[in-house]
C-alpha cells in the first residue's frame, strides 16, 4: 500500500507541474505582470545571453513535457520500472522550473538574481539524471514513448544544462568583482558549460537531443555575438570552438557505444554456441 500512494505521488507530481512551467512562464508574456524569460535574461546581461529565438525551444520542450507527463500518469505506468526511475527526477525536475518562474518573474532584482542560481542546481540534477537513466535504458520505451518521453526530457535536461551557466555569468561577474561584459570571466564561464557538457555527453552515450539543446543554444550565442559585432573576440571563437567540440563529442561518444554494443553481440554469439549443449 506504502509503494502504491508513492507511486500516485509521483505520477500527480508530473502531471500537476509540468503543466504549471508553462503557465507560470507564460503570465508575464500574456499580462504584464512580472518578467518574462526573455525580460529576466536581459536584465542580468551578460555577454553570454544568445539572440532572443533561442528561447523558442521552450514551446516544444513545454509540449512535450506534458505529454510526457500524460504517459507516467497512466495507470499501466504506475508500477512500470523505467517510468519509477526517472519519475521522481523529472517531477522535482519540474517543480524546481516552476520554482524558478517565480523568482525570475516577480522576486527582487537580488532575490531574483540569486534564487534562480541556486534553484537550478538540483534542476540540472534531477533532469541530467533522468536523461541518462533513459539513454541508457531506451530499449524499455516503445517508439510512441521515445517521441513523447525520451525527447523531451533530454531536450529540457540539455537547454537547462546550458541555461544554467547563462544564469551564473553574472553572480560570477558579482563574485569576481567584474563587469559583466568581462571577455575572461565569460569565457571561464562558458568553458565550464562546456566541460559540463562534455561529460554529460559521454554519460549520455551520445544522446542527440540532448546534445542539439545545447548545440541550439550556442548557434544563437553566435548570432547574437556576430549582430552585436562581439564574433571576433576570444569569447566568439570559444563558442564556435565549442559548437565543434561537441559535435565531435556526440559523434565519438554514439560510434564507441555502437562499437561496445556490437562487441557484446558478438561475444554473447561466440559463448552461445561454444556451450556444449
Known amino acids: ?164 551557466f547563462l544564469n551564473w555569468s553574472p553572480i560570477a561577474s558579482v563574485i569576481l568583482n567584474t563587469s559583466q561584459y568581462d571577455i575572461p570571466t565569460n569565457i571561464f564561464i562558458l568553458s565550464l558549460a562546456l566541460i559540463l557538457a562534455t561529460k554529460i555527453i559521454n554519460k549520455s552515450k551520445g544522446n542527440l537531443a540532448f546534445s542539439f539543446s545545447i548545440l541550439w543554444g550556442l548557434s544563437w550565442l553566435v548570432v547574437e555575438l556576430t549582430k552585436s559585432n562581439d564574433l571576433n573576440t576570444s569569447l566568439g571563437y570559444t563558442a564556435i570552438f565549442g559548437i565543434i567540440l561537441l559535435t565531435c563529442i556526440t559523434y565519438l561518444s554514439r560510434k564507441s557505444t555502437k562499437i561496445y554494443e556490437a562487441k557484446k553481440i558478438e561475444n554473447y554469439r561466440i559463448n552461445f554456441s561454444t556451450t556444449p549443449r
Open 1 to 164: 500500500m506504502k509503494n502504491l500512494n508513492l507511486d500516485k505521488l509521483r505520477q500527480w507530481l508530473n502531471i500537476i507541474t509540468a503543466p504549471l512551467m508553462w503557465i507560470l512562464s507564460s503570465i508575464p508574456q500574456i499580462s504584464s505582470y512580472g518578467r518574462s524569460a526573455k525580460e529576466f535574461s536581459e536584465a542580468n546581461d551578460s555577454l553570454l545571453v544568445p539572440y532572443g529565438f533561442a528561447f523558442s525551444i521552450w514551446l516544444p520542450i513545454f509540449i512535450g513535457c506534458i505529454g510526457y507527463a500524460i504517459l507516467q500518469s497512466f495507470k499501466v505506468n504506475r508500477k512500470r520500472k523505467i517510468f519509477r526511475k526517472i519519475g521522481w527526477y523529472t517531477g522535482f525536475g519540474f517543480l524546481g522550473i516552476c520554482l524558478w518562474s517565480i523568482l525570475s518573474s516577480w522576486g527582487t532584482p537580488n532575490i531574483s538574481l540569486w534564487g534562480t542560481g541556486l534553484v537550478f542546481i538540483p534542476i540540472v540534477y534531477c533532469l541530467t539524471t533522468a536523461m541518462i537513466i533513459l539513454s541508457t535504458n531506451s530499449s524499455a520505451l516503445d517508439k510512441a514513448e521515445n517521441l513523447w518521453v525520451f525527447l523531451p526530457i533530454s531536450l529540457i535536461a540539455g537547454w537547462t544544462s546550458l541555461a544554467i
